[in-house]
T-cell receptor
Framework: NAGVMQNPRHLVRRRGQEARLRCSPMKGHSHVYWYRQLPEEGLKFMVYLQKENIIDESGMPKERFSAEFPKEGPSILRIQQVVRGDSAAYFC?????????????????FGPGTRLTVL | GENVEQHPSTLSVQEGDSAVIKCTYSDSASNYFPWYKQELGKGPQLIIDIRSNVGEKKDQRIAVTLNKTAKHFSLHITETQPEDSAVYFCAASLNEKLTFGTGTRLTIIP
């Protein structure tokens, strides 16, 4: 059973270009989360999506960043007009359901990440 | 929102000895506490988790304890091995959003 897949693994962009990051969740998982990790720091929540719906985008900058999880295909995190401060590792995670019947949260499994470098 | 503090930031342990990493959280409503191991250049790997209805959970050499009253939880690794060297992150969750600690770089000295 393949794990969470992300591509590309490494992405280099010049300031002002667009970056598009892709995430395919684990088989059977319908919930996707995006996190950002700056060097030597922990992961910061950005956005939580289900198929065709954004559930929580409270951690995502209002400008230049957008995310989608279409009915078919991978989840996409898009960064428009990238700046040097966007350089980071972006991780996607997936879970089977957001909250189980008991009210507890289901495990999130992470992909290998996309390392974005903005020149 | 939730805030998670993690200590220590670095930890060196002789092979075979035990390692303990501690985290505190701020939101008493958080009910799920996973621990992740991250190796260089890789994504975080879930190694153990605990839910707020239990106080302790063990899986072979790894154990996690939770004190809801004090709002802190700890990771215990016994009989450490060189392959345990990595960065470890704790996290706390309310609903679906994970809030991570800042990480502990664990080095096992052969």
């Amino acid at each position: 059973n393949a794990g969470v897949m992300q591509n590309p693994r490494h992405l280099v962009r010049r300031r002002g270009q667009e970056a598009r990051l892709r995430c395919s969740p684990m088989k059977g998982h319908s919930h996707v989360y995006w996190y950002r990790q700056l060097p030597e720091e922990g992961l910061k929540f950005m956005v939580y999506l289900q198929k065709e719906n954004i559930i929580d985008e409270s951690g995502m900058p209002k400008e230049r960043f957008s995310a989608e999880f279409p009915k078919e295909g991978p989840s996409i995190l898009r960064i428009q007009q990238v700046v040097r401060g966007d350089s980071a590792a972006y991780f996607c995670a997936s879970s089977r359901t957001g909250t189980s019947g008991s009210g507890f949260y289901n495990e999130q499994f992470f992909g290998p990440g996309t390392r974005l470098t903005v020149l | 929102g939730e805030n998670v503090e993690q200590h220590p930031s670095t930890l060196s342990v002789q092979e075979g000895d035990s390692a303990v990493i501690k985290c505190t959280y701020s939101d008493s409503a958080s009910n799920y506490f996973p621990w992740y191991k991250q190796e260089l250049g890789k994504g975080p790997q879930l190694i153990i988790d605990i839910r707020s209805n239990v106080g302790e959970k063990k899986d072979q050499r790894i154990a996690v304890t939770l004190n809801k009253t004090a709002k802190h939880f700890s990771l215990h690794i016994t009989e450490t091995q060189p392959e345990d060297s990595a960065v470890y992150f704790c996290a706390a969750s309310l609903n679906e959003k994970l809030t991570f600690g800042t990480g502990t770089r664990l080095t096992i000295i052969p």
